[in-house]
C-alpha cells in the first residue's frame, strides 16, 4: 500500500530539514518537567510577560477602548480611562474600516502606516514613503515573506550571522535556498570581521551558490552586540559592491545597555553616506512591538520598510502579503503605539495626563533591563569554565562553556550533541530552561548556551547562584584536567 500524503516518508523534504532550537528538545522536556510538577524558569525565549513584565498602561488602556468601542459611549467613561487615553483610541478607531473586527488592507492600515512613516523619518532624519511599509503580524512573518521574494532555489543563498537567530535557518530551509554563515568574532566581542564575509561569499560561489541577501541583526541574536557605524558603512559598502540585498533586522532597537555604542538604523547609515551611495542599495529594515520595553510578544506586531525596491517588486510582495489578506489589525494599533510612544520618538508628553506614569514604567524597565543584563554576565564570568561577553543590546546571553572531554564523551555516548548534554543536565538539576549554541551555530569543538536576562531583578542573584552550584557540580564530575573544548578568549 502507497503512503497517504501525510504520512511521514510522504511529507515535503525541506520541512524535514526545518531546525527550530528555541523550542526544541530543551523546550520539551522543560514542559515534561512542568507537567510533572517541577517548577520551571523558562529562559529560552524572549518573552518578557511570561517572566514577569507588566504591560505599559497607557497602550493596554487605548487597546481596550479600541476592542470594546461601547466603553466610548458609556458616561462614565472618564472615571476609568484618562482623556488622552479615550483621545487615542478615537483616533484609531477612526481609521479602521468596521473597528478591530475588520479585514485592513494587506499592507496594514494606511493611517498607521503613515504615522510609521513619520516615525522612521524623526529616528533616521530622512522621509519614509508609507506605501513602502508593510505591517504584519510579527517582525518573523516579514522576514519569511521577503526571502520567500528572494529565493528562487537551492543555488540562491542568504548570508546569515552565526550564531543567528534559527528563524533565518528554518525559513531558507523550508524554502529551500542555501544558508552561507559568515562567523562573528567571539574574542571581538561578536564583532563583525569583513574578511571573513568576504571568504563566506567567495566559498558559496565555488559550490555555485549565489549569494542574493545578507542578514544583519543589530542589536544581535543571541549574541548582544551592537553594531558600530564603521561596521555598518562597511556592510552597505560590501552589499553594494556585491549587489545583494540587505536585510536589517533591527528589532532590539530599543534594548541598549551601554552608552558607548548607541543603535544606529542601517538606513540611516545608508543615507548618511551621500545620495551616490544611497540610492544604490536594496535594504529591507523589520520592527516588532515584541521587543524594547513593550514585550508585547502576543500581540505579533511588526512591520517591515523598503528601500530601493523597484515598483514592480513591491507589487509582486504585496501580492504575496494579500494571501494572508490582513495582518492582525489590534497589534497594528500596538505597532502604531511604539512608533508614538517610544524613547527615540514622541511618548506623552509632559502635561498629558499619562506622561508621568508612562514615563515611570517605560524607564523602569529599560533600567532594570540594564541592571540584570551587569548581574547575568558578571555572574558567569564569575563560574568555573565559563566565559561572557557583556550583552550591549537585546535581551540575551551567550556565554561560553568549556567543556572537559569527560563530559563531552559522554555526552556522545548519550548520543546528544555536548552542549544539548549539559543544558539537559542543568534543566533537570535546576529548572533552567535555556537553548543550546548548536541551535544558533558555533564554530567546531566551541560550546555555548544562550537565555535570556528577563528573569525579574529580583529572582536574577538566587537564579546565577543556582546556575553557579550546578555548573561547579558539573565541572568536578566530569574535570580530569587533560584537556578542554576550545575557549575562545
Known amino acids: 500500500m502507497s503512503p497517504k500524503a501525510l504520512d511521514y516518508d510522504s511529507l515535503n523534504e525541506n520541512v524535514k530539514k526545518c531546525q527550530y532550537a528555541v523550542r526544541g528538545e530543551l523546550y520539551l522536556r522543560a514542559s515534561e518537567l512542568q507537567k510533572e510538577g517541577k517548577k520551571i524558569i523558562f529562559t529560552n525565549v524572549g518573552n518578557p510577560h511570561a517572566l514577569g513584565q507588566k504591560p505599559l498602561t497607557f497602550p493596554r488602556q487605548v487597546i481596550a477602548l479600541c476592542q470594546s468601542p461601547f466603553l466610548l459611549d458609556d458616561p462614565n467613561v472618564e472615571l476609568m480611562f484618562p482623556a488622552d487615553a479615550i483621545e487615542r483610541a478615537k483616533h484609531y478607531l477612526a481609521m479602521t474600516s468596521g473597528g478591530l473586527g475588520a479585514y485592513s488592507d494587506s499592507r496594514g492600515l494606511p493611517g498607521i502606516r503613515k504615522e510609521i512613516a513619520e516615525f522612521i523619518e524623526r529616528r533616521d532624519g530622512y522621509p519614509s514613503d508609507p506605501e513602502l511599509i508593510f505591517l504584519t503580524d510579527g517582525a518573523s512573518k516579514g522576514v519569511m515573506q521577503i526571502l520567500n521574494v528572494i529565493i528562487r532555489g537551492q543555488n540562491d543563498g542568504i548570508l546569515v550571522p552565526v550564531p543567528q537567530y534559527p528563524l533565518y535557518s528554518a525559513t531558507i530551509s523550508l524554502l529551500g535556498g542555501s544558508l552561507v554563515p559568515y562567523y562573528l568574532d567571539e574574542s571581538a566581542n561578536w564583532g563583525l570581521d569583513m574578511n571573513n564575509l568576504r571568504d563566506a561569499v567567495?566559498?558559496?560561489?565555488?559550490?555555485?551558490?549565489?549569494?542574493?541577501?545578507?542578514?544583519?541583526?543589530?542589536?544581535?541574536?543571541?549574541?548582544?552586540?551592537?553594531?558600530?557605524?564603521?561596521?555598518?558603512?562597511?556592510?552597505?559598502?560590501?552589499?553594494?559592491?556585491?549587489n545583494i540585498v540587505l536585510m536589517a533586522d533591527e528589532v532590539y532597537q530599543q534594548n541598549i545597555y551601554q552608552d558607548e555604542r548607541p543603535f544606529i538604523s542601517a538606513r540611516k547609515v545608508l543615507f548618511d553616506m551621500g545620495p551616490q551611495m544611497s540610492k544604490q542599495l536594496q535594504l529591507v529594515s523589520f520592527h516588532t512591538v515584541s521587543k524594547g520595553y513593550w514585550g508585547e510578544c502576543g500581540q505579533r506586531g511588526g512591520y517591515y520598510e523598503m528601500t530601493n525596491i523597484p515598483p514592480e517588486t513591491v507589487d509582486e510582495i504585496y501580492k504575496v502579503a494579500s494571501i494572508s489578506l490582513s495582518?492582525?489589525?489590534?497589534?497594528?494599533?500596538?505597532?502604531?503605539?511604539?512608533?508614538?510612544?517610544?524613547?527615540?520618538?514622541?511618548?506623552?508628553?509632559?502635561?498629558?495626563?499619562s506622561y508621568l506614569k508612562f514615563e515611570q514604567?517605560?524607564?523602569?524597565?529599560?533600567?532594570?533591563?540594564?541592571?540584570?543584563?551587569?548581574?547575568?554576565?558578571?555572574?558567569?564570568?564569575?563560574?568555573?569554565?565559563?566565559?561572557?561577553?557583556?550583552?550591549?543590546?537585546?535581551?540575551?546571553?551567550?556565554?561560553?562553556?568549556?567543556?572537559?572531554?569527560?563530559?563531552?564523551?559522554?555526552?556522545?555516548?548519550?548520543?546528544?550533541?555536548?552542549?544539548?548534554f549539559y543544558c539537559l543536565k542543568l534543566l533537570e538539576a535546576t529548572g533552567i530552561s535555556t537553548v543550546p549554541g548548536s541551535g544558533f551555530g558555533q564554530k567546531e569543538g566551541v560550546f555555548h548556551l544562550r537565555t535570556t536576562i528577563l528573569p525579574a531583578e529580583e529572582d536574577m542573584l538566587a537564579i546565577m547562584s543556582s546556575f553557579k552550584k550546578f555548573n561547579e557540580e558539573f565541572m568536578a564530575q566530569y574535570e580530569d584536567h587533560q584537556g578542554y573544548s576550545r575557549l575562545c578568549t
Do not use: W
Not at 544583519?216 to 543571541?222: E, W
Not at 553594531?227 to 560590501?238: G, P, R
Not at 492582525?328 to 520618538?345: C, D, E, K, W, Y
Not at 558578571?378 to 537585546?394: I, L, P, Y
Open 202 to 242: 567567495q566559498q558559496a560561489a565555488f559550490r555555485g551558490v549565489t549569494v542574493r541577501a545578507m542578514v544583519i541583526i543589530n542589536p544581535g541574536n543571541p549574541t548582544g552586540q551592537c553594531l558600530s557605524i564603521a561596521n555598518l558603512k562597511e556592510i552597505v559598502q560590501f552589499c553594494i559592491r556585491e
Open 327 to 353: 495582518p492582525n489589525v489590534p497589534a497594528q494599533i500596538f505597532v502604531s503605539h511604539r512608533t508614538f510612544s517610544g524613547l527615540m520618538v514622541n511618548p506623552p508628553k509632559p502635561g498629558d495626563i
Open 361 to 420: 514604567e517605560s524607564k523602569g524597565i529599560l533600567e532594570s533591563l540594564r541592571k540584570r543584563a551587569r548581574m547575568m554576565t558578571d555572574g558567569f564570568n564569575s563560574c568555573r569554565n565559563v566565559v561572557c561577553n557583556f550583552t550591549e543590546g537585546a535581551m540575551y546571553s551567550f556565554p561560553q562553556i568549556r567543556l572537559p572531554p569527560k563530559a563531552i564523551e559522554a555526552a556522545k555516548k548519550a548520543g546528544k550533541h555536548p552542549d544539548v
